[in-house]
């Protein structure tokens, strides 16, 4: 059974940086994508970043592109996500995602398999 289990959630000022892990376990197959996801106070959630485990492929939401780097440590099985420059509306609850295809999709509904969120604040 998958489960995905995230890390590294917290309170930053706004320009500060937090990095988040996503660590993967129960895992039977080898081709698969693994994305970051938020919810925002009242908002829906929206896609962040993913990237192709196999091909190590990398596509960013374009409100992150240039302050957010997905990365991942293929011995752990652990999916990273660097967040620099920390603006307020990245306020948000950060999950991990993992579909069973290599098709990037920028859809929650893609992705089978969640992690159970984890909080970033950023204040001013």
């Known amino acids: 059974q998958v489960q995905l289990v995230e890390s590294g959630g917290g309170l930053v000022q706004a320009g500060g940086s937090l990095r988040l892990s996503c660590a993967a376990s129960?895992?039977?197959?080898?081709?698969?994508?693994m994305g970051w996801f938020r919810q925002g106070p009242g908002k829906e959630r929206e896609f962040v970043a993913a990237?192709?485990?196999?091909?190590?492929?990398?596509y960013y939401a374009d409100s992150v592109k240039g302050r957010f780097t997905i990365s991942r440590d293929a011995a752990e099985n652990t999916v990273y996500l660097q967040m620099n420059i920390l603006q307020l509306e990245d306020t948000a609850v950060y999950y991990c995602?993992?579909?069973?295809?290599?098709?990037?999709?920028?859809?929650?509904?893609?992705?089978?398999?969640w992690g159970q969120g984890t909080q970033v604040t950023v204040s001013s």
């Open positions: 990237l192709n485990w196999r091909l190590n492929k990398k």
């Open positions: 995602a993992l579909s069973k295809t290599e098709y990037i999709s920028y859809q929650t509904a893609s992705y089978g398999y």
């Open positions: 129960g895992l039977t197959f080898s081709r698969y994508t």
